[in-house]
Structures are given as C-alpha cells and as structure tokens.
C-alpha cells in the first residue's frame, strides 16, 4: 500500500515509517497538518494516517476538510485521546477508523488490513509521464517507451518524488529526509546509489536521459 503518515513527534514517527516500509508499503511522512492536506489531494494514497494532536492544524481538521473536498480515501486517526467524545468527535469529523496511543504493531497493521479491504468508491487513476516515460501512481507500474520497468518499492518512491518537482533541483539533502526520513539504521548517504540504480533502469541507451545531475547540489528530472 502506499501510506501517508502524518506525524509531528520525530522518534514516533521514524518508528511508524520505518516499520511500515519494513512490511512494503511505500510511505510518505509529513508533520504538519497543512503538508497531508496537500499531499492528500495532489497524490494517490492507500490510506492517510493522521495524529489527532499536531502544530497548526490538528488531524480532525484535516480530516474533516479532506471531506469536505470529497476526498474518498480511508483514514485512520491516532491518539491518545480515549473518551467516548473524542471518538464520536474523530469519526464524526469523517475518520474511518481510530487508533489508541500507545498501540502494538500488530494492531496497526490489522487496521491497515481491514481498511484496504473496504470498498471505497473508485478513485481516478493517477497517471503522470515525462517524454515516453509513465508512472501509474495507483497500480505502482512504470513504462517508458513500449518497456515495462520494474522497481523496487523504495526506487518507485524516488522516481515519483522526482517527478512531482519535475524541473526543479532537489539536493541531496532534501531527498534524503523525504525518502528515508529518520531512519536510524542509514548510516550514509544511500541518495547517489539510488540514483545510479534507478538510471540503469530509467535511462537506457539511446532513450534521452531523463534524471540530470546538477553538480554540487542534487538531481533533478527533466526533458
């Protein structure tokens, strides 16, 4: 599945991210409630999980504008709000589902579970390209010319980041948190391995080269 986690306590948030890519799910980890709001409406997701409790604007009114924009997606919220009002307040506020802090793993995952297996009314496919390269967002398929490319979860993530900033240069830096966020266990830089892998599979000869560098700075994707 492909998740957006918003989050605004760090080491909780690396966990959640880290444990969720660990099972193959493609994560996108923001911690500002404006920031899912957007993420939400400009890309596909599986399910959104939203922290009641964040600076700015709080989970419940995210999700509840979300709704309000017809957003269809399912939405799992989390906090350590318990009483009875607070639950009929979060699902009220259009939440599909509710989850307790602290929680076990094994729970999320239920819940994850059982929210992909509910029948959401049908969402647009998400189809973006770039010269004779396609990226389906939905199905998670990448085509350039009449080839099919196959990527692994975390390549699929780079090339989508790179393309939503299509033009625009991304440093290092920036890709790093955005893909791999606080992960502890990166001891290195992984983003120029990851490049080097996906241009391989991108970028073949005789194709134009789409994924340029830009010398001293980072990468950017482009005609």
């Given at each position: 599945m492909k998740v957006l986690l918003a989050e605004d306590e760090l080491r909780l948030g690396q966990?959640?991210?880290?444990?969720?890519?660990k099972k193959g799910h493609i994560v996108d980890w923001v911690t500002q409630g404006e920031d899912?709001?957007?993420?939400a409406l400009a890309s596909y997701y599986?399910?959104?999980i939203l922290d009641w409790m964040m600076p700015g604007e709080d989970g419940v009114s995210v999700c509840r504008r979300l709704r309000q924009e017809n957003y269809e997606g399912a939405i799992l919220l989390l906090t350590a709000k318990d009483s009875v009002h607070d639950r009929v307040e979060g699902l009220d506020a259009g939440a599909d589902d509710y989850l307790i802090k602290p929680f076990e793993f094994d729970e999320l995952f239920a819940r994850l579970r059982a929210l992909s297996r509910r029948n959401y009314a049908p969402i647009q496919k998400d189809i973006v390209s770039i010269d004779d390269l396609v990226i389906n967002r939905t199905n998670y398929t990448v085509?350039?010319?009449?080839?099919?490319?196959?990527?692994t979860p975390r390549e699929f993530q780079l090339l989508d980041l790179?393309?939503?900033?299509?033009?625009?240069?991304?440093t290092r830096e920036v890709i790093l948190d955005r893909i791999w966020g606080y992960d502890?266990?990166?001891?290195s830089n992984p983003v120029d391995a990851y490049i080097k892998l996906l241009r391989k599979k991108i970028d073949t000869p005789g194709k134009k080269t789409l994924i340029q560098s830009i010398r001293g700075v980072g990468y950017k994707l482009d005609i």
């Open positions: 966990l959640i991210a880290h444990m969720l890519k899912a709001y957007d993420y599986d399910v959104l085509q350039r010319g009449d080839q099919s490319i196959q990527l790179l393309l939503r900033n299509r033009g625009q240069v991304l502890a266990e990166i001891t």
